[in-house]
């Protein structure tokens, strides 16, 4: 294994977008061909295309997927200590994933530097060169599949309530409804939370009409990729689960066919408000 | 020049990211490679790494960044011609850009397909293949340069109300900002409107703190690049033109320094609302 030779550790928290190895930047290929050591879920691992021979070993680090902040201390221990680390998200890694993990671990370093009480090691972090590589988010992969669902002004909500008061989702996804945004969902569901989305269709659905256009994308860019086109009637009954992005087009969304596909897109022009 | 040799022409809309070249995805810079013809604003074509000797040559057909559904018409005309063609837009191109207008032109067509008082020539689009490939979208890229200002629930807007009336984007920054949701600006002023930014950031002001982290990115990943970290209250005085995206915090935002760098993040916690 190569140290990472410019003296002074680096982590870098990338995306490698949300499946199809295409959609992976180059400037995050190139930072993962360069790592000493991958940090990451072992299904954002598993995407990676294998290292090709003649390149150098890397260590990698699994960790479970509830564990981000413990894979972000991890992460910058590895740097502090002169290598040259990368931490694996899926899709854009500002967007419900790990750059946010990342940055608030050095908050907290900021905050308690030159404290008495300064935790151990943490002072090492303002050492490490720390960058976020942007990527291609899940939403806008589904909307690209089947037109452009999120043409127009939209909203990315996580429906996860692990950190976020539910009240809170509740308030967003009210006015996100009102004002007519499209609305893309992710962590729709989990094991823990079966009834989240139920009540978000509720909740939007006062706001829209039950023929709304659903987008439902499945493992986008993935060999077992679904999207879905429905209604956010049938929504309830789709299959859905925290690989799934869930779009809800705005009441100007529509779908149409032509030639053998079938399309959905929110028009640019909008009518004016009834007063 | 060599022809497209599947018979039936193909369109594909393209965003090559928001400037950098190692931000356009592999899968655009293959289908850049392969095109006939490329349709574009003239501002993406310069972005575009220059032909390779021994590649074939392309017809680049330059437009007006307002000619939108004529952009979208000579394209659709040049692939039902057999012509394996290529739409370029910045950034993603189904946020603000021209995957919509492309499946505009199909909607209208569709709507006219059958009709005795049929359009010339759009029937002949229903033959080709037309596909949408995701990429970087500017807002994301601004937030990775920041750290993650967008880490949570984000709106992306735009204020442009060329197509959609201006009551439309008060209502939807009104929204927007009551229910605490970092605000992504794109199209953030023009010559014909120069006040919409500071009506806008009136209306944010009135639920936001006037000390609320703001990020200005302007010419992100290009060599021009600015990326300002100020405040809400500064944000009127920042210089801000169609190539600047605008990131407005939300009221847990926080900006910090810590090693040689100033960071913005947006916490994934969530403070209980107050009842």
Chains 1, 2 share one sequence.
Not at 201 to 214: K, Q
Request: with cysteine; proline share 6%; hydrophobic share 40%.
């Amino acid at each position: 294994v190569s140290e990472h030779t410019g003296g002074r550790g680096r982590l870098c928290v990338v995306g490698i977008g949300p499946g199809d190895p295409a959609w992976c930047t180059p400037e995050v290929t190139q930072r993962l061909r360069d790592a000493t050591d991958l940090v990451g879920y072992q299904t954002y691992l598993d995407l990676l295309p294998p290292r090709s021979p003649g390149q150098a070993d890397q260590q990698v680090h699994v960790f479970d997927n509830r564990e981000e902040a413990e894979r972000a201390r991890v992460a910058l221990d590895l740097a502090a200590s002169g290598r040259d680390v990368v931490v694996v998200s899926s899709g854009d890694p500002g967007v419900f994933a790990m750059a946010t993990a990342v940055i608030e671990q050095l908050a907290l370093a900021a905050d308690v530097a030159g404290r008495t009480d300064e935790r151990a090691g943490t002072g090492a972090w303002s050492e490490v060169d720390v960058d976020v590589l942007p990527g291609v988010t899940a939403s806008l992969a589904a909307s690209a599949r089947v037109g452009a669902i999120m043409g127009h002004d939209h909203c990315l909500i996580s429906l996860s309530d692990n950190l976020k008061p539910w009240a809170v989702i509740e308030q967003r996804l009210d006015a996100a409804a009102r004002a007519d945004f499209v609305i893309a969902l992710y962590n729709p569901i989990s094991r823990h939370r079966p009834w989240q989305l139920g009540r978000a269709i509720e909740l939007v659905g006062t706001h829209r009409s039950p023929d709304t256009p659903v987008v439902v994308g499945h493992d986008v860019g993935r060999a077992a990729e679904t999207v879905a086109i429905l209604t956010l009637a049938a929504l309830p009954e789709a299959d859905v689960d925290m690989r799934t992005v869930v779009i809800i087009g705005s009441s100007t969304t529509r779908t149409f066919r032509y030639g053998d596909r079938e399309w959905v897109y929110t028009p640019r022009s909008y009518p004016e408000p009834k007063v």
